[in-house]
């Protein structure tokens, strides 16, 4: 079982931030903005280096929260067969909802996702969040998961 509160703890100790775009740089994960009608974001892996695509046409705070999320799978997920078999079937197709999921690994991405951007206190890193988005990450991070 993976502790996500302790994998995102001991991540944010370590590089002093808890932005998920610092963090994918200190990583050696390369980020990249492209345009998409609707796909959100994803992360791929490519002869061991790890990609994650963010959509630039999405506002600033929904790119950190896509960001975040698919930081989670590319940390939690990279080495799983069965994840790399699901991502390249689905995940670059994903719905409108980034939320509403019954997938073990997009429910870990989302809790990854919230427990970085979330402070104890309950705070969201960075600029403006709007308060149902703000109350889907708290939550998320109250949510017990496998």
Known sequence: MINIRVRVKNLVQKYGTRSPE???KELKI???YLPYATTKGY???ILRNKFIIVNSN???TAQQIVLAHELGHALLHSNKTDFLKYEKGVLLTQDEDLFNSNCMYENQA???????LLHNDMEF????????TYN???RIKETKIR
């Open 43 to 45: 992360f791929i892996k």
């Open 136 to 138: 889907m990450l708290v």
């Open 58 to 60: 999405l506002d600033e």
């Open 30 to 32: 390369h980020v990249k």
């Open 22 to 24: 610092k963090i994918a």
């Open 125 to 132: 890193e960075g600029s403006y969040i709007d308060e149902t």
């Open 110 to 116: 989302n809790k990854f996702a919230a427990e970085l």
